[in-house]
């Protein structure tokens, strides 16, 4: 078996570069819709998270250590996120109690995360998504494939 590279290729007029057939860019969705994401956005109603049955609560005993120079930034942006009522202030012991992860970002700010690794385990799902291995296995000897960005992004619906 003998086995060509691009020069050659290209010289026999056999290699196809397909950035000249076509060209793909990636469409910033808060370019096109940017009422869709102005603050935060308000989830109507409440919503009740449904548990496994026979799931047992988890909750930490003592909080996770996090660094002495990040205090004042941490209270800082808690205190910021009760007031956009992103959080509720909690002054008594709960069932569920997930450990909090602080992470810089590039800017100097922090990102405040919750790990809810535990509660994602009882938690019962309303859909179940495929794994991406068997999506992927689905494609196999696919012929044809879709771009929906330019049928939303026109409003032109099939």
């Known amino acids: 078996m003998?086995?060509?590279?691009?020069?050659?290729?290209?010289?026999?007029?056999l290699f196809l570069n397909l950035?000249?057939?076509?060209?793909a860019s990636a469409v910033d969705p808060k370019v096109i819709f940017p009422d869709h994401f102005k603050g935060l956005g308000i989830m109507k109603g409440c919503y009740s998270i449904k548990l496994k049955p026979g799931a047992i609560p988890f909750a930490i005993t003592s909080p996770r250590c996090v660094p002495f120079p990040f205090l004042k930034q941490i209270e800082a942006e808690l205190k910021s996120m009760v007031?956009?009522?992103?959080i509720t202030s909690v002054l008594k012991q709960?069932?569920?109690c997930a450990p909090v992860v602080i992470v810089p970002k590039s800017d100097g700010n922090l990102r405040i995360c919750v790990d809810l690794v535990e509660l994602n385990k009882n938690v019962m799902r309303e859909l179940q998504l495929p794994k991406a291995e068997y999506t992927l296995n689905n494609l196999v000897g696919a012929k044809f494939f879709r771009n929906?960005?330019?049928i939303l992004v026109s409003g032109k619906f099939l």
């Open 2 to 13: 003998c086995l060509l590279r691009k020069p050659a290729l290209s010289s026999l007029g």
């Open 94 to 96: 709960t069932e569920w």
């Open 148 to 150: 929906w960005m330019p």
């Open 83 to 86: 007031e956009k009522k992103v």
């Open 19 to 23: 950035s000249s057939i076509c060209q």
